[in-house]
């Protein structure tokens, strides 16, 4: 008997477009619905750039309005976003702030530009959040399109997918 698929929402915030090829990968992999987070705020050049380290080290994380009002409609949600200073990006911590409606599934992936520590970023977020993340991740920039990075995302998908068809034990 053949599983029947999870319905799938991949949110995801990105400002260089790491984070949306991630995102995009997953979703064709989940056979999800891609659902962007919006930002104007981090979206001018040079000036965007400086203001969302700014707001990072300072845990400024305000959600400008989003176009979705819940996202409990989905059996399991991927949230997809970079690591500003070490921290998942205010987008990001914004939302898991929020009362939006999660649903008891909840993974998430996070791309950098450096070597930031994922545990910490993890543990922020799932602070955030006010629970822990079924499946966690993380993808250095220059990873993408790497066979290394390529089995990261195997891993998180086989975690991922561990939540829904437990192997048998003996």
């Given at each position: 008997?053949e599983?029947?698929?999870?319905?799938?929402?991949?949110?995801?915030?990105?400002?260089?477009?790491?984070?949306e090829?991630?995102?995009?990968?997953?979703?064709?992999r989940?056979?999800?619905?891609?659902?962007?987070?919006?930002?104007p705020?981090?979206?001018?050049?040079?000036?965007?750039?400086?203001?969302?380290?700014?707001?990072?080290?300072?845990?400024?994380?305000?959600?400008?309005?989003?176009?979705?009002?819940?996202?409990?409609?989905?059996?399991?949600?991927?949230i997809?976003g970079?690591?500003?200073?070490?921290?998942?990006?205010?987008?990001?911590?914004?939302?898991?702030?929020?009362?939006?409606?999660?649903?008891?599934?909840?993974?998430?992936?996070?791309t950098?530009?450096?070597?930031?520590?994922?545990?910490?970023?993890?543990?922020?977020?799932a602070?955030?959040?006010?629970?822990?993340?079924?499946?966690?991740?993380?993808?250095?920039?220059?990873?993408?399109?790497?066979?290394?990075g390529?089995?990261?995302?195997?891993?998180?998908?086989?975690?991922?997918?561990?939540?829904?068809?437990?192997?048998?034990?003996?």
């Open positions: 008997m599983a029947t698929p999870l319905n799938t929402g991949i949110v995801f915030y990105s400002r260089s477009g790491h984070s090829r991630l995102a995009s990968k997953l979703s064709h989940l056979n999800g619905t891609l659902i962007r987070m919006s930002a705020r981090y979206s001018f050049g040079v000036f965007g750039y400086m203001r969302a380290g700014y707001d990072s080290l300072r845990q400024n994380c305000v959600l400008e309005p989003q176009s979705f009002a819940s996202l409990a409609k989905f059996d399991q949600v991927v997809c970079p690591v500003w200073t070490s921290y998942p990006a205010t987008p990001i911590r914004a939302l898991l702030r929020t009362d939006v409606g999660f649903p008891q599934n909840v993974a998430l992936f996070l950098s530009s450096s070597h930031s520590p994922a545990q910490k970023a993890w543990a922020v977020a602070q955030d959040l006010g629970r822990s993340f079924v499946a966690t991740a993380m993808l250095g920039n220059s990873l993408e399109g790497t066979d290394k390529q089995r990261l995302i195997d891993q998180f998908l086989d975690e991922l997918g561990a939540i829904h068809h437990p192997k048998p034990t003996g």
